[in-house]
């Protein structure tokens, strides 16, 4: 198995990771809400290359560990679970500082955003507790929780592609089009986000009961 101390930096390492992201989507949170500060506003860069790092030195350790432990069957499926999950994490990690970076610009055009801020606001909720979730899943190793978050992931989807019909169902003023653009874009972003939380509960259920659910029905 393995070793104590080494599981336990790993265990340490990930839930400063986590940690980090809870903020990122309550700092996002916050953005969307026009509630953030510019002191906030320079925290979400800051996490992201937080993020960044923790995702290498996590990398590192696992890599380490299956160097130098040998690991059997269990406690290598752990490893590439480990390494799939902080994968999709630093993937939410940059979307989330995309999200940011782009809010201004439809925050600009008042219309647009006065139309579609209710919207995003509702969908990023969603995907928001979809990550709550995986994070209390991952930490409780609870595979209830994980298929659960498979099954919503069909309800994100039909969230983002119900906002997204209606974005070009008007005409567009061209002085609108770059909110428009950057509406949509931000809206795939979080439709992704709903991706990479079923992709970590995937590799949950993998970690736990060696089960591939990636493209399977479970």
């Known amino acids: 198995m393995i070793r104590d ?29 026009q509630r953030i500060t ?22 590192e350790t696992v890599i380490n560990d299956i160097v130098r432990l040998t690991p ?6 752990r490893m590439v679970s480990t390494l799939n999950i902080i994968v999709d994490i630093e993937r939410m990690g ?4 995309s999200i940011s970076k782009r809010l201004p610009i439809i925050i600009e055009s008042k219309s647009v955003w006065k139309k579609y801020q ?3 606001i509702g969908l990023f909720g969603m995907v928001s507790k979809m990550f709550d979730n995986i994070v209390y899943a991952l930490h ?23 906002i997204h019909q209606q974005l070009f169902q008007n005409d567009v003023k061209a002085a609108e089009m770059p909110a428009y653009l950057n509406l949509s874009r931000i809206l ?21 009961e060696g089960i591939n659910a990636r493209h399977t029905d479970i």
Do not use: W
């Not at 390492?13 to 996002?28: G, K, N, S, W």
């Open 5 to 33: 101390n080494s599981l336990k930096i790993l265990t340490e390492e990930f839930i400063t990771l986590t940690d980090i992201m809870t903020e990122q989507f309550a700092l996002v949170g916050k953005h969307l809400e």
């Open 72 to 77: 059997r069957a269990v406690d290598l499926r």
């Open 38 to 59: 510019q002191e906030e506003l320079k925290k979400i860069r800051e996490n992201e290359k937080n993020i960044d790092f923790m995702e290498n030195k996590i990398r």
């Open 118 to 120: 209710p919207k995003l």
């Open 140 to 162: 409780t190793e609870n595979n209830y929780i994980a298929r659960n978050i498979i099954a919503s992931d069909d309800s994100i989807d039909d969230s983002y592609h119900d």
């Open 94 to 97: 940059d979307i989330l500082n």
């Open 188 to 208: 795939y972003f979080m439709e992704r986000i709903g991706d990479a939380c079923t992709n970590i509960a995937e590799d949950l259920l993998y970690l736990t």
